[in-house]
């Protein structure tokens, strides 16, 4: 049974609930000292000064050429040499799944979109990734680096996934994201890779590439260090934009995300170590900022926790949360700090969210946020939720502790604060 079982037991509760939840297990120095040192340790890669334009590889900026091969011999090529930058000039080039290799910085020029394949088949073989927390074989994401080093995003242009209603999008099966009654979606294959990682098939086993209808993701680096997305804007993505999975030493810098289908959650951080989001400007159909770090049997068994991540100077407009942790976070979050945000919309639910339940489990512990302007939202400015998805039905029960916010202000919303937890 919830902790909060009504609105007015709600309203009875939170006010005596707030200060010994924020106060809990406070550390005796000051926590943000351990954000500046964070900030020390990222450092963003560095590229030789070497220049491969996709055209000289037979790129056509008339977005309809197929350009895959030509991106693939451009970082081939770039990679050879010892790394650099490769270009893509002013114009509208149209691509298959692009993966990066180390020492490549893949540059957008000013007035250069890259137009991503509506055709499925433009993402396969599939490879190793992680999709909800689980990993398996699918689908590449858009732009896709695995194990790879010092690798690159940047530049003005825009990166447009051409998703819809039509395209990517119904997938999700639902009649408000295009999917019609007979048309295929994710739900069979999802519910299958979910008993997979739940009885620990081998991942190589697990081949949810074509026929599928698992969504791929815009931008994947797996197991990557040395990562860097600056400057660049997202637009119209399948599914969840910006996944770094098990990286180290990650920057995601003055990027733009307009994208507003299902589950298009802006940055998603899972299983990372020393992450900086900074002067972001999110607007998307999911949580904008969303860290994780696996979920459920899967989570567990690779036990990596999201750690040491500093998010400043962004802005958030529409969305389900606007920093939010879950909801899978089998392997634990710790150590997030979050400063100088501006978060604005009758279309935001949430200021910081967390969502977990009894078969996710996890710690999410030393939680900071301070200097937070909010126009409105929603629904809650802080939200705690234990009751996602399969809520108390699981035998490993989350915990959430030492959570600071400080130095917000709010204009409008319709609650403080939101408990929902479990009684035992």
């Known amino acids: 049974m919830p902790v909060v079982n009504t609105r007015r037991d709600f309203l009875r509760s939170s006010a005596a609930a707030l200060a010994p939840w924020l106060r809990a297990a406070q550390p005796a120095a000051d926590p943000w000292q351990e954000a500046a040192a964070i900030m020390q340790r990222i450092r963003p890669p560095k590229f030789p000064d070497r220049e491969f334009s996709v055209t000289r590889f037979g790129a056509k900026p008339d977005g309809v050429a197929d350009c895959t091969a030509a991106f693939r011999k451009a970082i081939a090529e770039c990679a050879r040499a010892g790394g650099g930058r490769v270009l893509v000039p002013a114009g509208r080039f149209?691509?298959?799944?692009?993966?990066?290799?180390?020492?490549v910085n893949l540059h957008l020029a000013e007035g250069a979109t890259i137009l991503f394949s509506r055709e499925p088949k433009a993402y396969l073989p599939a490879v190793y990734t992680r999709w909800e927390g689980m990993e398996c074989m699918g689908y590449s994401a858009f732009i896709y680096a695995y194990r790879q080093d010092n690798i690159a995003i940047t530049g003005r242009g825009t990166l447009d996934g051409q998703a819809d209603c039509s395209h990517w999008w119904p997938w999700k099966g639902?009649?408000?994201?295009?999917?019609?009654?007979?048309?295929?979606?994710?739900?069979?294959?999802?519910?299958?890779?979910?008993?997979?990682?739940?009885?620990?098939?081998?991942?190589?086993?697990?081949?949810?590439?074509?026929?599928?209808?698992?969504?791929?993701?815009?931008?994947?680096?797996?197991?990557?260090?040395?990562?860097?997305?600056?400057?660049?804007?997202?637009?119209n993505s399948p599914m969840w934009e910006i996944h770094p999975v098990l990286c180290r030493n990650v920057t995601v810098r003055n990027v733009d995300i307009h994208s507003h289908g299902p589950n298009n959650d802006?940055?998603?951080?899972?299983?990372?170590?020393?992450?900086?989001?900074e002067g972001c400007?999110?607007?998307t159909g999911d949580d904008c900022i969303a860290i994780k770090s696996g979920r459920n049997r899967d989570g567990r068994r690779i036990n990596v926790p999201s750690e040491n991540i500093v998010i400043r100077g962004c802005q958030m407009k529409d969305g389900h949360g606007g920093v939010t942790i879950g909801s899978e976070m089998s392997?634990?979050?710790?150590?997030?700090?979050?400063?100088?945000?501006?978060?604005?919309?009758?279309?935001?639910?949430?200021?910081?969210?967390?969502?977990?339940?009894a078969v996710?489990?996890?710690?999410?512990?030393?939680?900071?946020?301070?200097?937070?302007h909010i126009g409105q939202v929603a629904d809650a400015v802080i939200h705690v939720d234990f009751y996602y998805e399969e809520g108390a039905r699981g035998d490993f029960l989350p915990v959430v502790r030492n959570i600071r916010v400080s130095d917000l202000t709010c204009e409008k919303s319709r609650f403080a604060l939101y408990l929902r937890g479990f009684e035992k």
């Open 94 to 103: 149209m691509s298959g799944a692009i993966h990066l290799q180390s020492g």
């Open 174 to 235: 639902r009649t408000n994201c295009g999917w019609k009654k007979g048309d295929p979606n994710q739900e069979a294959a999802r519910r299958r890779l979910i008993e997979m990682a739940e009885r620990d098939a081998p991942v190589q086993e697990r081949q949810f590439g074509d026929g599928s209808y698992l969504r791929p993701q815009f931008i994947q680096t797996y197991q990557c260090r040395n990562v860097l997305i600056e400057g660049v804007t997202i637009v």
């Open 266 to 277: 802006g940055c998603n951080p899972e299983s990372c170590h020393d992450v900086l989001i």
């Open 281 to 283: 400007r999110f607007d």
């Open 331 to 357: 392997g634990s979050v710790r150590n997030v700090f979050a400063e100088d945000c501006r978060m604005d919309s009758p279309h935001l639910d949430r200021a910081l969210r967390i969502k977990t339940n």
């Open 360 to 372: 996710r489990g996890g710690v999410v512990e030393n939680v900071y946020m301070r200097k937070v």
